[in-house]
């Protein structure tokens, strides 16, 4: 029986209880195995111990800004491909500059059926 690989996800969101609807969601898909990290810098963590096809981050406009996020992956040198969940006045084109290849937005408020579809197409076209 062929059993084809799980995709590994880490999970950022600064909001503990859409954290955990996310994680119960998402975990529903078999072909996902899912880890969270509570703060930014235990994403480094996690790549350092194994590699991810998906970074999913959570902002918000207060400790966990699009801008603090983006310089944090700078800082990090983070070549993920990564999956904002944005605040609808964002705009990442002119936000993100010519980085935006390895970065896909998803606007918040979005139903967990988008945000599933997203997180496939995204790992579909990487596979």
Do not use: C, W
Not at 78 to 84: A, E, G, M, R, T
């Amino acid at each position: 029986m062929y059993s084809k690989m799980k995709k590994k996800i880490i999970l950022f969101e600064p909001d503990v209880l859409l954290k955990n609807t996310l994680l119960d969601q998402i975990s529903l898909n078999r072909d996902f195995e899912i880890n969270e990290v509570s703060v930014l810098r235990d994403i480094q963590y996690q790549l350092q111990k194994s590699a991810f096809d998906l970074i999913i981050i959570g902002t918000n406009r207060e400790a966990y800004s699009l801008s603090s996020i983006r310089q944090f992956i700078r800082d990090s040198e983070i070549s993920n491909i990564v999956l904002f969940m944005i605040e609808p006045q964002i705009s990442e084109t002119s936000f993100f500059g010519e980085s935006t290849e390895k970065h896909y937005f998803i606007e918040r408020p979005f139903r967990i059926h988008h945000l599933n579809k997203k997180i496939s197409t995204i790992l579909a076209k990487i596979s």
